[in-house]
């Protein structure tokens, strides 16, 4: 699951139905409902049980999730999460993804060019600091741009403060003023980044993701999507005092557990004209996108060894994506769904009215919502195209920062567009000077989509497509550009950055005058977007957050947005169609499932391994736990803190929980701990590996 497609600032707190599933929850860590979890569960967690599967926890800066697993460094996540990392350092030679990397039979611990893990180590409240930047008279484009910028001041202080004395080269502060609620609460986030960070293990990928695109999203599922790394610190291990013991029984049906990681964008809090523009606007045109993206890479591959594997990791993300956002179109086209959004709105609105206080402050937010959504929508096109630009290039997004970073840098930190804040640039200086490999064919495929789209959106004869293109095909221009960029060398990059405002104005570089020449448009939708969309969105948010604290309570969960939560749930299987589908499969399952032909093919040491197998170990299993995209990699807890599971995954019918949770047949998908010991023991003889997860040895 892939963290899913948002649009900045629109969601809004709605409500959270009466009545809401035990089980439903994407709870912030301060935040975690304790006494209830015990009332359905009969589970009680303590602060110290909490703070240790919070402090276990890690995100990846490749989208995704993870948790340390040993004290010397071990942490787990997926091995579609890792696939960023496995490609950049795999090579025509070396295929990594398609072959799996065992460090020690395959070679040393393999540094990721430009992966950060994130660990969460503190949380506070700093919601009336930023409130109070809203001064009276203020406008809403004012406000919002106050109050980001006093966001950035308290993230660039938080960030100084921290890394004054670092306690290593390779691990520094990084500080996030998160918005809840879209703006009823404003919480800091200091995390300890890690960015040294060396790739253990990953499977082949036909096991990692086995059954394709055809089980993705379904279950039974067979799926090894697992893959482990090391943490290091000024080249040593890093020995955290906080990791999760792993289980090697795994967990039985009907046991509490609980997932600890980064969900991505929910919805289940916006309004009914929200959703609108993401059914009838976000939606397609991402679908739309999508498709032609995915046949133009598949085209690449075909006859094309090379080509298929360079584009395969794109592929991958693409393919993934549509699915689950063909998923959400479909809950938002479901009649049951939209009712039941609706009716909570309109209970909320009628309880709002009932009282002449809250109707005086919020009699007009609903209307307030609409007419922003129909601005939303009118400048979404533009604002796509221009400023998101082809967002999968990594040379485009290489371009545009070395474009912007003179201009942004020369302007005070609390005013910069959010990405060059100070906060931000570590992070942004590993991305832009990574020495992950960047493939031409892969690029001019993503960029003649974009090209497509731009002229689509903004007409053939629109002024801006005319220059771009200069009586060119997209075809033909995108190539073009890409043949003429020196951006693929990481020295020519760094060239750049270092010679400032004149160097870049000077710089020939077919991209660099490319952004340049989009740059003032970009920066002018954007503008439009923030100060017409995202500070109404802002305002209003804050407004339905305080109408619902006051009709509902405080004890109401906010949204997701990439941020650590923990979600209970009970292992679980379902009736679907009027069949059982059993909580759990095992290897003899998949040996089943295996035709021999792509997505069904086993790699060639699983079909020698099989008699070493105990079939009936258990593989993947199913549980109710709240997730989303975002949540791949996330550990699966027991009641002892223990690591039970992997997520990876979750049913198709839980795609639409992006919008209401259910837990009928929506299902969560994790690879069982007892499941990936014995694959690691029988099929690839990583027996070391397995006694440093066990904590039965020392490294």
Not at 132 to 140: E, L, R, V
Not at 222 to 244: E, G, N, Q, T, W
Not at 436 to 448: D, R, S
Not at 657 to 665: A, D, I, K, L, Q
Request: neutral net charge.
């Amino acid at each position: 699951m892939r963290k899913t497609l948002t649009l900045p600032l629109l969601a809004i707190t709605l409500a959270c139905a009466s009545g809401a599933s035990a089980d439903e929850g994407m709870w912030p860590f301060n935040m975690v409902p304790k006494e209830q979890i015990e009332k359905d569960h009969g589970t009680k967690l303590s602060d110290a049980w909490l703070d240790h599967v919070r402090l276990a926890s890690v995100r990846y800066s490749s989208g995704g999730s993870g948790s340390f697993v040993s004290k010397t460094g071990l942490t787990l996540t997926n091995q579609h999460v890792a696939g960023d990392c496995i490609a950049k350092v795999a090579s025509a030679k070396k295929d990594y993804v398609a072959e799996g990397y065992i460090a020690g039979q395959d070679g040393p611990e393999l540094k990721c060019p430009d992966l950060e893990l994130n660990q969460l180590v503190s949380i506070e409240d700093v919601t009336d600091k930023v409130r109070a930047a809203k001064a009276p008279g203020m406008s809403d484009a004012e406000a919002n741009t106050a109050m980001k910028g006093v966001m950035a001041s308290i993230e660039k202080a938080c960030s100084d403060k921290g890394n004054a004395s670092p306690v290593s080269r390779n691990i520094k502060t990084q500080c996030d003023v998160v918005t809840l609620y879209a703006g009823g609460k404003y919480h800091l986030y200091t995390y300890n980044k890690y960015t040294d960070v060396r790739l253990v293990f990953a499977p082949e990928e036909a096991i990692g993701f086995f059954g394709g695109d055809p089980d993705n999203f379904t279950f039974p599922r067979y799926d090894l999507d697992m893959a482990i790394f090391r943490v290091y610190a000024d080249d040593k291990p890093l020995s955290p005092k906080d990791y999760l013991k792993w289980s090697s029984e795994g967990p039985k049906d009907g046991e509490a557990v609980f997932v600890s990681g980064h969900p991505a964008a929910t919805d289940r809090m916006d309004t009914v004209a929200q959703l609108a523009t993401l059914r009838g606007v976000v939606f397609p045109y991402y679908i739309d996108s999508v498709h032609k993206e995915a046949a133009a890479l598949y085209a690449l591959g075909k006859d094309n060894l090379e080509g298929a594997r360079e584009a395969r990791e794109s592929l991958r993300r693409i393919e993934n994506g549509r699915k689950a956002i063909e998923g959400e179109e479909a809950g938002l086209r479901d009649p049951a769904l939209m009712k039941k959004k609706t009716d909570d709105e309109a209970a909320l609105r009628k309880a709002i009215l009932a009282d002449p206080k809250l109707a005086a402050a919020y009699g007009s937010v609903f209307t307030d919502i609409e007419r922003v959504q129909k601005v939303a929508s009118q400048l979404y096109k533009r604002y796509a195209a221009l400023e998101r630009g082809p967002y999968r290039s990594d040379i485009f997004r290489i371009a545009r920062a070395l474009v912007r970073l003179p201009r942004e840098l020369a302007t005070p930190n609390d005013r910069r567009l959010k990405e060059y804040r100070d906060s931000n640039l570590d992070s942004l200086k590993i991305e832009l000077f990574s020495s992950a490999p960047i493939y031409g064919q892969v690029e001019v495929v993503l960029f003649k989509a974009w090209l497509d789209r731009l002229a689509r959106d903004l007409g053939a004869d629109d002024p801006l497509v005319k220059a771009v293109l200069a009586g060119r095909s997209t075809q033909a221009a995108a190539a073009d550009f890409i043949a003429g960029s020196q951006l693929t060398d990481t020295h020519a990059r760094k060239a750049l950055f270092e010679g400032g405002a004149l160097s870049v104005d000077a710089a020939p570089d077919s991209l660099v005058r490319l952004v340049v020449q989009l740059d003032t448009a970009a920066r002018e939708v954007r503008k439009r977007y923030e100060d017409e969309v995202e500070g109404p969105m802002r305002q209003a948010g804050q407004k339905i957050a305080q109408a619902v604290f006051a009709v509902r309570g405080t004890s109401v969960y906010p949204d997701a947005t990439y941020t650590l939560r923990l979600s209970p749930g009970t292992v679980k299987g379902y009736t679907e169609h009027g069949k059982p589908v059993a909580w759990t499969t095992d290897f003899a399952g998949m040996y089943a499932h295996a035709t021999g032909a792509d997505p069904f093919k086993l790699p060639k040491r699983w079909l020698d391994a099989k008699a070493s197998l105990a079939q009936k170990t258990p593989f993947d299993f199913v549980s109710t736990n709240d997730i989303i995209g975002g949540n791949s990699g996330s550990p699966v807890v027991n009641a002892n803190g223990e690591l039970v599971g992997l997520i990876f995954d979750g049913n198709i019918s839980s795609l639409p929980n992006r919008f209401v949770y259910g837990e009928s047949t929506q299902r969560a998908v994790s690879v069982d701990s007892a499941g990936m010991l014995e694959a690691l023991r029988h099929v690839y003889g990583a027996t070391a590996l397995v006694s440093e997860l066990l904590g039965e040895s020392a490294r």
